[in-house]
């Protein structure tokens, strides 16, 4: 347990250190000393543009990272993350529907788009549960292929929106769905690090359920977990928080799934320590990802959800070859 604190204690320190210095680096490096001088250029930059930023990019890819941990564990398969499952796709759509049509509204104090991509979360949830209740229980295997169905479709009709729409709403969906961090409001990210917070919070409570799920539903049931209302709580609590964030940036794909994986191979299969190191691995990751893709183009900026779908595909790869000679995938 000490080397896993140990460790622990090495990613948390390093992803603070990313979120330090990243608001500092770029194409444009900024001066520390001009960044608290009220009366420079730089220190608007760095306050209303570089700060926010940077914040946003840790809680989006903590959150992401500890919703893959949760579901990977849920479906005891590596591959299982909120993409994979419609989550993601259910709030891309309610978002591309709010974009498409205009709104500048708000509900009860929360932003058009972050409501709109919770209401596309939650048809996206309700439809994955009635497919796998429908076949009777509630099993992982069946919830899992309702989501890679409800995936497909949902991605589909956004496509139509998309489609349908006119040359700018189009170019601004399109740039939506690549995932960016560019201009993000730091209203927004009230909403964000509560959502990931609380997702934090419960995951690292049910530690041990998550242990034993990944030994196995039959396992989890005879050690005393109800299995049902376990599964059904993460995946409500998973899919909320991934779709708030999805509200804000757009969809980043593969970090829920290659971040675990990565703290997986560190630090064992123990939940206890996994959950924060997905945590701050994650953080950590998509703020060296948002430097990058400012960087790498500048004075133009790479999408986000580019970059981390370049890195993302070759881990993939990786994750399928370590199979072993059965076919089947190390989890």
Not at 19 to 45: C, H, R, T, W, Y
Not at 114 to 128: D, F, P
Not at 218 to 239: H, Q, Y
Not at 290 to 315: H, N, Q, Y
Request: some cysteine; hydrophobic content about 55%; overall charge positive.
């Amino acid at each position: 347990m000490k080397g896993a604190n140990r460790k622990l204690f090495i990613l948390a320190a390093l992803a603070v250190c990313c979120l330090a210095l990243a608001p500092f680096l770029g194409a444009v490096i900024i001066n520390p000393l001009e960044a608290f001088d009220s009366g420079s250029p730089e220190n608007l930059i760095f306050w209303r543009l570089r700060l926010p930023r940077a914040i946003g990019a840790f809680l989006a890819g903590a959150g992401l990272s500890i919703c893959g941990l949760a579901f990977q564990a849920l479906f005891r398969n590596p591959l299982a993350t909120p993409f994979t499952l419609g989550i993601s796709s259910g709030a891309a759509l309610g978002a591309s529907v709010y974009l498409r049509l205009g709104a500048a509204a708000s509900f009860i104090g929360l932003a058009g788009n972050l409501v709109s991509a919770l209401m596309g979360c939650l048809l996206s949830m309700i439809l994955v549960y009635a497919i796998t209740r429908a076949r009777g229980g509630f099993s992982t295997a069946v919830m899992l292929l309702a989501g890679v169905i409800i995936n497909f479709f949902f991605s589909s009709l956004v496509m139509y929106v998309q489609y349908m729409s006119n040359a700018h709403d189009a170019a601004q969906i399109m740039r939506w769905l690549m995932g960016t961090l560019s201009g993000i409001d730091s209203s927004r990210l009230w909403e964000m690090a509560i959502a990931v917070l609380l997702g934090l919070a419960l995951f690292s409570r049910m530690g041990p359920e998550l242990d034993l799920l990944t030994a196995g539903e039959e396992i989890a049931a005879s050690r005393g977990v109800d299995v049902s209302r376990v599964k059904l709580l993460i995946f409500i609590v998973a899919s909320v928080v991934v779709g708030i964030i999805v509200s804000v940036t757009g969809p980043i794909g593969f970090v829920g799934m290659m971040i675990p994986q990565i703290c997986r191979l560190w630090l064992g299969y123990g939940h206890g320590p996994l959950v924060p190191a997905s945590f701050f691995m994650g953080g950590g990751f998509l703020v060296l990802c948002d430097l990058l893709a400012r960087s790498v183009l500048a004075p133009a900026e790479l999408p986000i959800g580019i970059l981390t779908s370049m890195l993302g595909a070759p881990f993939f790869l990786w994750t399928l070859f370590r199979g072993n000679r059965a076919g089947e995938l190390n989890y």
